[in-house]
């Protein structure tokens, strides 16, 4: 059975926010969610809202198909379609683990079994920047030098203060939608006067090297393995 997900991108940012929350009171150990948009949107940091050009471009982005929601995470433009399939990992830290390097290994523990998959479908994976590709960064998991997926972050308090609870999000890119996915953040970029543009060929999508039918079922069972490992639950 398949753990992904069908909703708006709007209902899975949400999810993401709603999990968190529930994991801040206390209600579980840890979350882990995957949903596969059953639309589509160009999801960017609220901070690009402040942008002179930015009703301006949300308007020329939302007549070509594209519409323009807000995030509570940092990055750039990101498209999501249902060719994207998001991951959010939540959960507090060890308390032993203290607070130093804590982002730094927030990203590795989404990005680790991702890594693990990809070696064991016999691709290369990597993590690092990938000149051309949307909202790139550091933590981009990549399969043969291209970006797959891209990272980014978010911690709040425990009920009480007590505890950091971390929201460590992936959005992984599963079928070819590279080239419409591209022109829609050129075409918001340009409408909005920023100076970056992106390039196809700096992705790819899962299914184009592996169409693995079970790929997810197998990153599922990777992540509750390793947040078992780390928490005991």
């Not at 929350?21 to 596969?36: K, P, R, T």
């Not at 390097?101 to 693990?116: N, V």
């Not at 070696?119 to 949307?134: K, N, R």
């Not at 980014?152 to 939608?177: C, D, F, M, T, Y």
Request: with cysteine; net charge negative.
């Amino acid at each position: 059975m398949s753990p992904v997900m069908s909703l708006t991108v709007e209902a899975g940012l949400q999810a993401e926010q709603d999990l968190l929350a529930s994991i801040c009171a206390g209600d579980a150990e840890f979350g882990l969610l995957f949903w596969q948009p059953n639309d589509r949107a160009l999801v960017m940091p609220r901070r690009l809202s402040r942008l002179p050009g930015f009703e301006h471009a949300c308007e020329v982005s939302a007549a070509h198909g594209w519409p323009v929601l807000l995030r509570e995470t940092g990055g750039e433009p990101v498209p999501q379609s249902a060719a994207t399939v998001n991951i959010a990992l939540v959960y507090a830290p060890p308390r032993s683990e203290g607070d130093h390097g804590r982002i730094e290994t927030g990203y590795r523990r989404l990005c680790d079994p991702i890594c693990q998959l990809l070696d064991e479908l016999g691709g290369v994976a990597s993590l690092g920047e990938v000149e051309g590709a949307f909202c790139d960064g550091r933590f981009n998991v990549n399969l043969d030098g291209r970006k797959m997926v891209g990272t980014a972050q978010r911690w709040r308090q425990s009920k009480g203060g007590q505890r950091p609870v971390g929201l460590v999000h992936g959005a992984l890119l599963l079928e070819n939608e590279r080239e419409s996915m591209v022109a829609a953040v050129n075409r918001f970029n340009e409408a909005c006067g920023l100076e970056q543009r992106v390039r196809a060929e700096s992705h790819i999508a899962l299914h184009e090297k592996f169409p693995a039918p079970h790929a997810l079922e197998r990153l599922e069972a990777l992540y509750r393995q390793m947040l078992t490992q780390l928490l005991g639950a």
